[in-house]
């Protein structure tokens, strides 16, 4: 993974990915607000390798995980500061000026390994003139080095993501591939700044990935695994461990 650095928190005033609003309407005669986020709808794709019996994830860098971890850490250090100050009110004027120093927010970064998280191979709707299908294709192309033809995705199911803040619909397939459908190593488009590492969970270790808190994830592959095991494990005999 590589290293972060050189880490700035500017405004975004302007995004082709996401547009801030506010809407205001009434509900049951109350006047009400929302401030929300519209955003692209997406795709994602559960695959799975027959000849490994392995799923195939994806491991990146999410800036906006990073951030949160960031605002925790930051919060702990300045807590972790105050009760220092009040156990040792004594303490020369020297020593607090360096405890400050420490605890500034600029120098609390945390590895980069704090916004890294495993999901599905996942894209945006971003292309008008392609089916889901082809847009899940070319996102297992891309990220995860499967050439396989669109007729192998198999529909699970839509939902909607963040309904809170956003409330776009994702769209998820299911694809088995084999090792002779491998053609490329992965990784995302450089050119779209994508930075991913394809990563194989056995199958027998799949529901024991799915709940270990210890792992970060997205809701989206926990259902998906939990999908399998209720629908295509018994096809290969494998416990999936829950």
């Not at 692209?40 to 951030?67: E, G, I, W």
Request: glycine share 6%.
């Amino acid at each position: 993974m590589e290293e972060i650095n050189n880490v700035e928190v500017v405004p975004c005033t302007e995004s082709e990915y996401l547009k801030p609003f506010r809407v205001l309407y009434n509900q049951n005669g109350t006047k009400k607000s929302w401030d929300f986020m519209q955003s692209h709808d997406s795709v994602s794709v559960l695959l799975f390798n027959t000849t490994s019996h392995c799923f195939v994830l994806v491991k990146q860098f999410r800036p906006a995980v990073y951030m949160c971890e960031w605002e925790k850490a930051k919060t702990k250090t300045s807590q972790g500061a105050e009760k220092t100050e009040e156990g040792d009110a004594s303490e020369s004027q020297e020593g607090q000026s360096a405890s400050a120093e420490e605890s500034s927010p600029s120098s609390q970064w945390p590895p980069a390994l704090a916004g890294v998280t495993y999901e599905l191979c996942a894209g945006l709707v971003d292309k008008p003139d392609l089916s889901l299908e082809e847009i899940a294709r070319q996102e297992v192309l891309e990220e995860c080095g499967y050439d396989i033809p669109a007729s192998k995705l198999k529909r699970i199911t839509s939902f909607r993501t963040n309904v809170g803040l956003i409330g776009s619909k994702q769209t998820m397939f299911y694809a088995e591939v084999s090792d002779d459908n491998c053609v490329s190593a992965g990784g995302g488009d450089p050119r779209e700044g994508e930075l991913i590492e394809v990563v194989k969970v056995p199958l027998h270790e799949a529901m024991t990935f799915a709940y270990d808190e210890r792992i970060p994830k997205s809701l989206g592959l926990i259902f998906s695994f939990i999908w399998f095991h209720n629908n295509m494990s018994p096809k290969y005999k494998i416990s999936t461990n829950v």
